[in-house]
């Protein structure tokens, strides 16, 4: 266990640091792309990333996520998995070249035909590099898949993307740019791990396999219907203007919030089906409950902040980096900046249930939740617009939240004591640093400060905020995170180590 807690660390720490990586390159990117296209480009593209994310969870069907869990993965299992990713990926792009017609009467948006065509390639090829992704994450492996994301990224949407933008292709360059990254991506995950890739269509194990991936490809539905149906029905019901406003400022919290999710998920799911595995014949539930614990204290201590003050400042953000087309997105972002720390921690439930012998359970709950949502939703955005839907999705992130919560106290005996232990010193920093930053926002646009200059301050003041509050209540920090922190800090070079101490809440004595 003490190998598997130093390399969950080193897991996190490289997945950390490739996150925020990928935060900057992204948000560069579509800051340049956003400010080239506009926002009615952005919105015949959203249309096409609906249907493609929807379409991908059949492509990867889910065959590939079973060599996660599995104590021992031989190469029968890859080919398995490989060869029914790549024959259903290949289905589901002819399924999509034959239907994008109707799709694109659905959304009304004639463009929308040959853009999902064209898109229609990107399931086949995610299915493909889906085995060599899993393989990495079920070793842990963040160092190489953060160099492959980064990589395939830039050379995507820098090079490709922004480059036919300049050229006046308008979506096209988004089209060209997710296509090559995906690309790329799929390819540097096989040369990163060289799975076998020789066609086995049954195997005594595929039976096994089959079923975990239904388990799989069923939450994932019921995942995405959640999670997506709010632009589905704006782009039903209004124009690709609006489409465009809505996903934009949709994509600009949520996306950086999955990259995080993408780290912890599988990293929390690899550790905890481990312990669970060493652990369950004496039915000890501490290393899972700790995990867990940890997690918590670390969303609501370190990211619940920057997501109070996104929320608090959107004005300033959207200006500074899409500019005055797009400020109509400001009022949209506001409440989904305030759903993600929700979402994270719905996320993080996921694993523990699954680790703990209860995958199905998750979408045996949450099916009503999805329907009511998509009545609601409907409702929403015909009477009040995609504001009315933004609000609707924060309420519908809390109620969820709240049901996963529920069921790993009920299903995996986590203790709701914990989890508000967890809580509650991350809550009262939050307060305090979102606080700060409004009020410095609200006063230098007061005085008709350039937006970059109002964010700039609100920034530098939520984190001087945050920072001194650490300093004069080392207690607000969770025991869980303090020993996570210390550990963290002990990969690092002892001088800065010793400077940074008091990060963990309270000094080392040993």
Known sequence: MSDLGTRSVSAVLWGGGGSVLRLLLQIGAQAVLARLLGPTEYGVFAIGSIVISFSAFFADVGLAYGLI???????????????????????????????????????????????????????????IGTPAGCLLKRGMDFKTQQI?????????????????????????????????????????LYLATRHPVRPLFWYPEARTQAAYGGTVLATNLLNWTIGNIDRVVVGRLMQA??????????????????????????????????????????????????????????I????????????????????????????????????????????????LCTPVLWASGNPRSEFSSQWPVAIGWGVSCWLLARWGGIQAVAWGTLALFVVRCGVMIL????????????????????????????????????????????????????????????LIALRLAPGLVAAELRSLTHRILERIPSRWAQRLQWLGGKEQTS
């Not at 104590?71 to 290949?90: C, H, L």
């Not at 400001?330 to 759903?339: K, V």
């Not at 809550?427 to 400060?449: E, F, K, M």
């Open 69 to 127: 869990q599995k104590r021992e993965v031989s190469d029968a299992d890859v080919r398995f998995a490989f060869t029914w990713q790549f024959i259903i990926g290949s289905l589901v792009s002819l399924a999509l070249v034959a239907l994008s017609g109707p799709i694109a009467e659905f959304f009304s948006e004639p463009r929308a035909k040959d853009v999902v065509c064209v898109m229609s390639l990107i399931c086949l090829v995610n299915a």
């Open 148 to 188: 492959v994301f980064l990589f395939s990224y830039a050379v995507g949407f820098l090079g490709v993307g922004i480059a036919m933008a300049l050229a006046g292709h308008g979506v096209w360059a988004l089209v060209a740019a997710w296509g090559t990254q995906c690309a790329v991506h799929s390819g540097l």
């Open 241 to 298: 203007h609006s489409i465009g406003l809505y996903t934009t400022s949709y994509n600009l919290i949520y996306g950086p919030t999955a990259n995080v999710l993408g780290i912890l998920q599988p990293v929390f799911f690899s550790a905890s089906a481990r312990a669970v595995q060493r652990e369950s014949a004496e039915r000890d539930q501490a290393p899972l409950e700790r995990g867990f614990g940890t997690l918590i204290a670390a």
């Open 300 to 347: 609501c201590f370190y990211l619940l902040p920057a997501f109070l003050c996104v929320a608090i400042v959107s004005h300033s953000l959207v200006l500074t980096l899409y500019g005055s087309a797009w400020i109509e997105a400001a009022e949209t972002l506001r409440p989904l900046a305030l759903a993600m720390p929700f979402f994270l921690i719905w996320g």
């Open 407 to 466: 069921m790993v106290n009920r299903l995996a005996g986590l203790r709701l004591s914990t989890i508000w232990r967890a809580a509650r010193g991350g809550l009262l920093i939050s307060g305090l640093t979102a606080l700060a930053a409004g009020a410095v926002d609200a006063g230098l646009q007061a005085t008709h400060r350039a937006p970059a200059i109002c964010l700039l301050g609100a920034g530098l003041s939520g984190l001087m905020a945050f």
